[in-house]
Each structure stands twice: as structure tokens, then as C-alpha cells.
């Protein structure tokens, strides 16, 4: 038999089309049938069926093609239309690597805060140790230190610990680029294919609001393709899916608008020149984070004067007041440092 095209075994000198010989060691019966199978590696680049033949030395007999399956193997979902379709039992009948599954979604949509982001993925493709990286890419908005940042497990399987920041790091990590937004995984062990992996890393999200945004995948030298190709085979950036639902809080990265949604103002006395206690009241819709620097401006307070330090530091008191420290130009006081205050500007008011 011959025409095996594609198939290889890998290394150096290796030929595209195959053959396979073998001898009939004991005497065949004419018009019985003969079956046997054997197993072979499908190559890692997409392919058509090629013409398989089969012809006799010995005892000639010319070479011809052997009829091919035209049928559907079992229980296959990992293609582009959920199922195998007719032509797919062809020998050495190959579909394009891609990812069949790829979902993104995210614990949290408010400003600042820190962010799991969730991906179940599925490739038809193996994803080998040493080999194979992924990268999840075009997540804009999104914040962290360059460098490692941990893999988390929600697989309940350790599916975390497939991915290193490269190739000779610690499993359950990855490489977090804070300039290009990107997260690159690198296989430090084997992903099969048509297996479903989940896994999570952390992200702060943006201060301000925005829409969910269009979160890429991709993988490079897939399979055994490091081995047989100078760069590999790759499965091309493609847009990942959303959580099922309706639910936009899920979708990946968006971010919630701030707002106030309690004010409220009032004072000890309306006695000229008298000492005058305002107490303020507010709430926000979501937590107000200290890591994006958040600054509350209150004003105006016409024609008031304040009893101010010489660094225009006014104290607060009140069962909240512990909570907020002055700021200005030249001075930042943090909670507990001195006593809660805030700065005052006695020109504007």
C-alpha cells in the first residue's frame, strides 16, 4: 500500500508520501476477505484524503486504488460544525488545527478591582510540553505587573499546572506583558486534543468604564510541528466566546459605570459666624479602590472659612472619617498616620 500522504514519523529526512510493505507469510484463500489495521500519527497540518492503492509483487498484480470510507467516525465534536461529516472516515483525511472551544468570562465588573478571568478551551489539536504556547491576546483595559503572574485552578484537575511562564519555569504560571496586553502560556506538560482544559489567572480592571472586549487565542508549534517545521504549525488568532447568557457583567473585561447613588448634606447651625459641623453622606454604586488613586472633591462652599493647618489640612471626624486622608499639591497624609482630614482650599472653597 502506498500514498500515505503526509504521514510522518518526523526528523530529518523524512519523505512526504509513505509506503507500507509486508509479506504473506502463510497461503491465502482465494475470494476470502483480509482485514487488519495498524496505527499511525496524522500529520499536523490540514489535508485531504489522499488515493491510497495497493498492488502484488510475486504473483503480480497491477497497482490499484483501494475504495476509500466515505462515512463519519464515531462520536467526533471537535470540528468546525460540531460533528464529523460525511468523508471524514477517508484515511488520512485531516481537519485545520483549531479551537474548538474557547470561552472567556470574568468574575467582576467593577472599576480597579482585581479580576478573574476564566477560560475553558478545547483544541483538536495536541498541545505538547516544551512545544506548543499559547497566548490570549487583545485584553485592553486590563492591568498588572509585567512579568509572572499566577495560573489558578478551576478545573478541579490541576488543569493550571499544563502552563509555565516559559518552557523551565514553575507549573501554574504564565507571562503577563503589560504593554501589549497579552498572557502567554507555555505547555510544561500534555494538553491532549478534543480534551476540555479550564483554568483562571487575575487582572485589575480599568478605572474607568468600557465595553467588553474582543479577547483573542491563539497557539504556535502545535503537535509535533517544533520537530518538523522551522516555525512550526499554528492555529491563527480567533475571536473567544462569551459566557452562555445574557448576563454582559460576565462578558470578558467589561467594566461598570461609577456612580453615586445616595448624596445627602446638612449642617448644626445657620447662626452667622457661628462654628458649623457639615456632615456629608454618599454612596457609590461600586467599591471605590485605593490602587487607582481615587480623589473626592466636595464643594462649593461659599463663603465659609476653615480652620486650616499651614498645609491646608482641615481634620474630619465622624464614624467614617478614619477612612480618608488629606491630599494636594505637595502632601499626602494616609489614614492613621495622623488624624483623619482632608485638604482645604480656602480661595476656591
Same mark, same amino acid.
Not at 507549573?171 to 502567554?184: F, I, Q, R
Not at 474607568?208 to 488568532?237: F, K, P, T, W
Not at 471626624?317 to 483623619?340: E, H
Given at each position: 500500500?502506498?500514498?500515505?500522504?503526509?504521514?510522518?514519523?518526523?526528523?530529518?529526512?523524512?519523505?512526504?508520501?509513505?509506503?507500507?510493505?509486508?509479506?504473506?507469510?502463510?497461503?491465502?484463500?482465494?475470494?476470502?476477505?483480509?482485514?487488519?489495521?495498524?496505527?499511525?500519527?496524522?500529520?499536523?497540518?490540514?489535508?485531504?484524503?489522499?488515493?491510497?492503492?495497493?498492488?502484488?509483487?510475486?504473483?503480480?498484480?497491477?497497482?490499484?486504488?483501494?475504495?476509500?470510507?466515505? &462515512?463519519?467516525?464515531?462520536?467526533?465534536?471537535?470540528?468546525?460544525?460540531?460533528?464529523?461529516?460525511?468523508?471524514?472516515?477517508?484515511?488520512?483525511?485531516?481537519?485545520?488545527?483549531?479551537?474548538?472551544?474557547?470561552?472567556?468570562?470574568?468574575?467582576?465588573?467593577?472599576?480597579?478591582?482585581?479580576?478573574?478571568?476564566?477560560?475553558?478551551?478545547?483544541?483538536?489539536?495536541?498541545?505538547?510540553?516544551?512545544?506548543?504556547?499559547?497566548?490570549?491576546?487583545?485584553?485592553?483595559?486590563?492591568?498588572?505587573?509585567? &512579568?509572572?503572574?499566577?495560573?489558578?485552578?478551576?478545573?478541579?484537575?490541576?488543569?493550571?499546572?499544563?502552563?509555565?511562564?516559559?518552557?523551565?519555569?514553575?507549573?501554574?504560571?504564565?507571562?503577563?506583558?503589560?504593554?501589549?496586553?497579552?498572557?502567554?502560556?507555555?505547555?510544561?506538560?500534555?494538553?491532549?486534543?478534543?480534551?476540555?482544559?479550564?483554568?483562571?489567572?487575575?487582572?485589575?480592571?480599568?478605572?474607568?468604564?468600557?465595553?467588553?472586549?474582543?479577547?483573542?487565542?491563539?497557539?504556535?508549534?502545535?503537535?509535533?510541528?517544533?520537530?518538523?517545521?522551522?516555525?512550526?504549525?499554528?492555529?491563527?488568532?480567533?475571536?473567544?466566546?462569551?459566557?452562555?447568557?445574557?448576563?454582559?457583567?460576565?462578558?470578558?473585561?467589561?467594566?461598570?459605570?461609577?456612580?453615586?447613588?445616595?448624596?445627602?448634606?446638612?449642617?448644626?447651625?445657620?447662626?452667622?459666624?457661628?462654628?458649623?459641623?457639615?456632615?456629608?453622606?454618599?454612596?457609590?454604586?461600586?467599591?471605590?479602590?485605593?490602587r487607582c488613586s481615587p480623589i473626592l472633591t466636595f464643594g462649593v462652599f461659599s463663603n465659609?472659612?476653615?480652620?486650616?493647618?499651614?498645609?491646608?489640612?482641615?481634620?474630619?471626624?465622624?464614624?467614617?472619617?478614619?477612612?480618608?486622608?488629606?491630599?494636594?499639591?505637595?502632601?499626602?497624609?494616609?489614614?492613621?498616620?495622623?488624624?483623619? &482630614?482632608?485638604?482645604?482650599?480656602?480661595?476656591?472653597?
Amino acid at each position: 500500500a502506498e500514498n500515505g500522504v503526509g504521514y510522518t514519523s518526523g526528523g530529518p529526512g523524512f519523505t512526504v508520501d509513505k509506503k507500507m510493505r509486508l509479506w504473506p507469510y502463510m497461503t491465502t484463500t482465494p475470494d476470502s476477505e483480509y482485514v487488519f489495521s495498524f496505527d499511525i500519527v496524522n500529520p499536523v497540518e490540514q489535508q485531504s484524503s489522499p488515493s491510497i492503492s495497493i498492488e502484488l509483487f510475486g504473483t503480480p498484480i497491477a497497482k490499484v486504488a483501494m475504495d476509500r470510507d466515505p &462515512g463519519m467516525p464515531c462520536c467526533t465534536s471537535c470540528t468546525t460544525t460540531g460533528s464529523a461529516v460525511a468523508g471524514d472516515s477517508s484515511p488520512l483525511e485531516v481537519h485545520t488545527p483549531f479551537f474548538c472551544t474557547k470561552i472567556i468570562g470574568q468574575s467582576t465588573p467593577n472599576p480597579c478591582q482585581l479580576n478573574e478571568l476564566t477560560v475553558t478551551m478545547t483544541a483538536n489539536v495536541p498541545l505538547l510540553g516544551g512545544k506548543s504556547v499559547i497566548t490570549i491576546s487583545q485584553l485592553y483595559g486590563a492591568h498588572f505587573e509585567d &512579568g509572572e503572574i499566577d495560573i489558578l485552578d478551576d478545573s478541579g484537575a490541576e488543569h493550571h499546572l499544563l502552563f509555565g511562564s516559559n518552557f523551565t519555569s514553575s507549573a501554574g504560571t504564565g507571562s503577563w506583558n503589560n504593554n501589549t496586553k497579552e498572557l502567554t502560556l507555555y505547555l510544561v506538560g500534555d494538553a491532549e486534543c478534543a480534551s476540555e482544559y479550564v483554568f483562571s489567572f487575575k487582572l485589575y480592571n480599568n478605572p474607568e468604564a468600557q465595553n467588553e472586549q474582543d479577547v483573542m487565542i491563539s497557539a504556535s508549534y502545535v503537535g509535533n510541528s517544533r520537530e518538523l517545521y522551522e516555525a512550526g504549525v499554528s492555529i491563527a488568532a480567533t475571536s473567544m466566546s462569551y459566557p452562555v447568557g445574557n448576563d454582559v457583567e460576565t462578558y470578558p473585561l467589561k467594566v461598570i459605570q461609577a456612580e453615586f447613588d445616595y448624596l445627602h448634606a446638612t449642617q448644626s447651625t445657620e447662626v452667622p459666624c457661628d462654628t458649623n459641623t457639615i456632615t456629608l453622606m454618599f454612596a457609590t454604586t461600586v467599591p471605590i479602590w485605593s490602587r487607582c488613586s481615587p480623589i473626592l472633591t466636595f464643594g462649593v462652599f461659599s463663603n465659609a472659612e476653615a480652620m486650616v493647618s499651614a498645609d491646608d489640612y482641615i481634620s474630619l471626624f465622624g464614624s467614617d472619617a478614619w477612612m480618608f486622608a488629606a491630599v494636594n499639591n505637595s502632601i499626602l497624609r494616609l489614614p492613621g498616620s495622623v488624624p483623619s &482630614g482632608a485638604s482645604w482650599d480656602n480661595s476656591n472653597k
